[in-house]
C-alpha cells in the first residue's frame, strides 16, 4: 500500500475519498443509484476498481486496494438494499477482459 493512496470512508451521510491536502470527493447515501466493478491492468498488478453513480452523472471511483475499501464494501451492503455482499467478494476475481460488471442498481 502506497502512503499517497487515497483514504476511503463511510459515514451516515455517504461514502468519502479523501485524496489529501483538504480534497474530498463523495456521494450521499440517498443518491447512490448504481454500483458497476471492472479490472484493468497495470504495470506488475491487476487493479481492481468499484464505481459509484448518480443519477446525474456524478461518478465516484474506489480502489479495492486503497485503505478504507473494506469498511467501505460492509457500508455499502448495510445501507443498499439488495447489494450482494458475495457480487463484491467475486469482483475481486475480476480480470481485464472482462466487461464492467452491474453490481447493484438502485429500483
Do not use: F
Not at 463523495?26 to 443518491?31: M, Q, S
Not at 464505481?51 to 475499501?69: F, I, K, N
Amino acid at each position: 500500500m502506497d502512503p499517497r493512496d487515497p483514504r476511503l470512508y463511510a459515514d451516515p451521510r455517504g461514502v468519502w475519498r479523501d485524496d489529501g491536502a483538504g480534497r474530498v470527493h463523495g456521494i450521499r447515501w440517498r443518491d447512490i443509484d448504481g454500483i458497476d466493478g471492472y479490472a484493468i491492468d497495470a504495470p506488475e498488478r491487476r487493479l481492481i476498481y468499484l464505481e459509484l453513480g448518480t443519477a446525474s452523472g456524478e461518478r465516484l471511483e474506489l480502489r479495492t486496494d486503497w485503505p478504507g475499501y473494506a469498511d467501505v464494501a460492509r457500508a455499502l451492503s448495510a445501507r443498499l438494499p439488495g447489494l450482494d455482499v458475495d457480487a463484491l467478494q467475486r469482483l475481486e476475481q475480476a480480470r481485464p477482459e472482462d466487461p464492467p460488471a452491474i453490481l447493484w442498481w438502485r429500483d
